[in-house]
């Protein structure tokens, strides 16, 4: 036997193995659960072997199953903790694209290690306070007041760094288009990627904060205001109205997973991190690539060219908001496939998934001023109809939608393109048009006096938490 080598029979480190022997036992409680008890380095990182039962994680380090993996697939990762809850997912979506899979549920781990410590140091100040300083920092943050906390120091420092890659001529193609398309954009996202997204575990957390049950018109419209400043010409420029919002939601999420994986409410072993990296990344494909899909099939005039720009400036926005970039996507293509295989990581639509989906859809009509319970009504089925569409049969099944027995999607879409041509024969019907498409906008963001506060959620409930 070669020096080195495991002594226990069948271990796959093997007598061949000339690793240096382990100085000091196995873990305890390695026993009957683990297939190989040795002291080899191998057998040390066994993970107690096998899958544990009921709702923690799922080590994907059990000796038999990852040596047989290791051969068939060299270039898989054996010492991920698969939550509980993804993990049926994690086995189907390995099919499509094992690295970028395997990097996906990693992430379900992580959260912001950047902005998290700033949340945290943020946590013990009172509100009126936070909302001072952060004002104070994001408006100059080139001459920070001395009582700015060094976890704050170094989260300005990092996310006022421009990656090279980002062109701003890119980005304004992107506006045009955007100010061009924004009332198609604004319903692709509140019947298509908003709903979308609340498939996924990050609805739990909404939920558990209250945040669409209680403030579902507010909700919609803050993802239209972040949307609007993305895309509004130097929006996502140091210092610019859109680059100052994402930094806010960024800490808004990092507060909430503050709040969230201290309760009771939130099982980290079965679901991961609350507003994980890998969640948020999910979200970010939802209304970049994905987005562009539900645009078009509403009869969007978006080239090719310019659904690229679109995405380009959600990269960066993406980056803004924290998500790391081993996932960020760099073009449409990406973004869609990220998509869809991250969809396939998240475990099905549940009962916090249900109810998400549905009060953004009945929340739609008061973002535009329906007030009226038959036109609400009326308007709610109609964006159920919308949606169905969009999202597709089995995942509104899924969300227990009302079924129909009609397709809307098929007229809006020659409608909306009917309106297009027309505007193009006769400019001064379609300068109208665009002013009205422009107030509509403008109306559909209007957060009152919230719009500009930098205040922090202080309670997991929503209901408790002090005005942010």
């Not at 191998?42 to 994907?60: A, K, M, W």
């Not at 009332?183 to 709903?195: K, P, R, T």
């Not at 503050?258 to 890998?278: F, H, Q, V």
């Not at 993406?318 to 449409?332: A, H, K, R, T, V």
């Amino acid at each position: 036997m070669a020096p080195g080598g495991c002594l226990s029979p069948g271990c796959p480190a093997g007598p061949g193995d000339r690793r240096k022997p382990a100085s000091r036992p196995a873990l305890p409680g390695s026993g009957p659960s683990c297939v190989f008890h040795c002291t080899c380095l191998h057998c040390r990182g066994c993970n107690r072997g096998t899958r544990e039962s009921g709702g923690g994680s799922l080590p994907v380090t059990s000796h038999t199953a990852d040596e047989a993996a290791r051969r068939s697939d060299p270039g898989r990762e054996t010492s991920i903790a698969v939550p509980s809850a993804y993990a049926d997912g994690y086995a189907r979506a390995r099919a499509r694209d094992p690295a970028f899979v395997d990097a996906y549920i990693r992430h379900t781990h992580i959260g912001d290690p950047l902005a998290d410590p700033v949340a945290a140091e943020l946590a013990s100040l009172p509100s009126k306070q936070v909302h001072a300083l952060l004002a104070r920092v994001l408006q100059d943050p080139y001459d920070l007041p001395e009582e700015t906390p060094e976890s704050l120091r170094h989260f300005i420092d990092e996310v006022s760094k421009v990656p090279d890659w980002f062109d701003e001529d890119i980005a304004l193609v992107a506006s045009r288009a955007f100010l061009r398309n924004s009332d198609l954009v604004l319903a692709g996202l509140v019947g298509g990627s908003i709903v979308e997204g609340f498939a996924t575990l990050i609805s739990k957390s909404f939920r558990i904060r209250g945040r669409v049950l209680g403030s579902g018109v507010r909700r919609l419209k803050q993802n239209g205001l972040q949307l609007i400043e993305q895309y509004l010409p130097g929006g996502m420029s140091p210092l610019g109205d859109g680059w100052k919002l994402t930094l806010r939601v960024r800490l808004v999420h990092a507060q909430s997973r503050l709040l969230i994986k201290g309760s009771d409410e939130w099982n980290r072993e079965r679901y991961g991190l609350p507003i994980s990296a890998a969640t948020m990344m999910l979200a970010g494909s939802a209304f970049s690539g994905r987005l562009m899909e539900h645009v078009a099939t509403l009869g969007g005039d978006f080239s090719d060219e310019e659904r690229e720009a679109y995405v380009h400036v959600w990269r960066y926005t993406g980056l803004l908001m924290g998500i790391p970039g081993e996932l960020i996507f760099d073009d449409q293509a990406a973004a869609i496939k990220a998509f869809q295989i991250g969809r396939l990581c998240e475990p099905p639509p549940d009962e916090d998934a249900i109810i998400m989906a549905n009060s953004i859809v009945n929340s739609a009509p008061l973002v535009i001023g329906v007030t009226d319970p038959a036109a609400r009504r009326k308007l709610a089925t109609f964006v159920y109809r919308v949606s169905r569409d969009l999202i597709g049969k089995e995942l509104s099944d899924s969300f227990l939608f009302p079924r129909s027995k009609r397709r809307v999607v098929p007229f809006l879409r020659f409608q909306n393109r009917t309106k297009r041509l027309a505007g193009r024969a006769i400019p001064s019907w379609r300068r109208k048009t665009d002013l009205e498409r422009f107030n509509a906008l403008i109306d559909f963001v209007n957060l009152g006096r919230l719009e500009h506060s930098y205040s922090l959620p202080t309670a997991l409930h929503d209901e408790l938490s002090e005005e942010w």
